[in-house]
């Protein structure tokens, strides 16, 4: 089945370290996305791809850093510098421009920092 | 700025009818969303809508009125399985989607 993978699904990291979040997907989709989730707020953009070697900062990605090395996986990167990284990040992928709206979504990670 | 508004949270009874609303200001539009949500879940497509009227999809149906700059989701029928958070997001000129906070439905039996 096409689908998106995350992992994992929970992680634990102390402050001062930084941590890789994985997303791949096989639904042959050239855009991806990676956004945050915290309680009470709209999900909001960190980074999206929409070709391999390719990405754009969204709305809040000081304290992040992605790859896009093959069409399938777009790994996340939640570095030290990020102030407030407790929060679940959902990947996502779509044809491009998405003409029809619709975002696959991963099942999320959910990041706490001790 | 940019700006989705919905309501926080929503009780409804199960068997019945509920209409989630959403206001919008944003630069330009192309195209409102709904998804819903499962707590700890990954958002799933219910809906989308680009011109006015009613989009009629099974139980769900989604509204849009684009000179109030609104929109409803209508969810007929209750189940408890529609407890869950539901998300309105509109796409802006620039192709980029503006989510909401999302609403919080609470079916109760």
């Known amino acids: 089945d096409g689908g998106i993978t995350q992992s994992p699904k929970y992680l634990f990291r102390k402050e001062g370290q930084n941590v890789t979040l994985s997303c791949e997907q096989n639904?042959?989709?050239?855009?991806m996305y990676w956004y945050r989730q915290d309680p009470g707020q709209g999900l909001r953009l960190i980074y999206y791809?929409?070709?391999?070697?390719?990405?754009q900062k969204g709305d809040i990605a000081e304290g992040y850093s992605v790859s896009r090395e093959k069409k399938e996986s777009f790994p996340l990167t939640v570095t030290s510098a990020q102030k407030n990284p407790t929060a679940f990040y959902l990947c996502?992928?779509?044809?491009?421009?998405?003409?029809?709206?619709?975002?696959?979504f991963g099942e999320g990670s959910r990041l706490t920092v001790l | 700025g940019q700006n989705i508004d919905q309501p926080t949270e929503m009780t409804a009874t199960e068997g019945a009818i509920v209409q989630i609303n959403c206001t919008y200001q944003?630069?330009?539009?192309?195209?409102l969303f709904w998804y819903q949500q499962h707590a700890g879940e990954a958002p799933t497509f219910l809906s989308y809508?680009?011109l006015d009227g009613l989009e009629e999809k099974g139980r769900f149906s989604s509204f849009l009125s684009r000179s109030k700059g609104y929109s409803y989701l209508l969810l007929k029928e209750l189940q408890m399985k529609d407890s869950a958070s539901y998300l309105c997001?509109?796409?802006?000129?620039?192709?980029?989607?503006?989510w909401g906070a999302g609403t919080k439905l609470i079916i109760k039996p």
């Open positions: 809508n680009v």
């Open positions: 639904l042959n989709h050239d855009a």
């Open positions: 944003t630069s330009g539009f192309n195209g």
């Open positions: 996502a992928s779509s044809t491009p421009g998405l003409v029809s709206g619709e975002l696959f």
């Open positions: 997001a509109v796409m802006d000129s620039n192709y980029q989607l503006i």
């Open positions: 791809s929409q070709i391999v070697n390719d990405f």
